[in-house]
């Protein structure tokens, strides 16, 4: 899943949270705005969808202003 920031500045912070809510360890690679995150193998893909929209949100809620698209890519 690509994660798209309005605010590059802002993608660690995203990653950190990411790894912290979700309590797995989650490939995460970024360049620039962009995030790739992919789940372990382990969890079904649209489940591992679902969760990591909502995590998304949640950190979200704690920036407001900060844009972000997400695509399945």
């Not at 620039?32 to 809620?61: C, F, K, S």
């Not at 407001?64 to 997400?70: A, F, L, W």
């Amino acid at each position: 899943m690509n994660i798209q920031l309005s605010n590059p500045s802002l993608v660690p912070d995203l990653i950190e949270f990411l790894r912290r809510a979700a309590g797995i360890a989650l490939e995460t690679e970024s360049r620039g705005a962009m995030l790739r995150v992919d789940a372990p193998a382990a969890i079904e893909p649209t489940r591992a969808r679902r969760h990591l929209v909502l995590y998304v949100a949640a950190w979200q809620g704690l920036h407001p202003g900060v844009r972000i698209d997400i695509d399945d890519a």
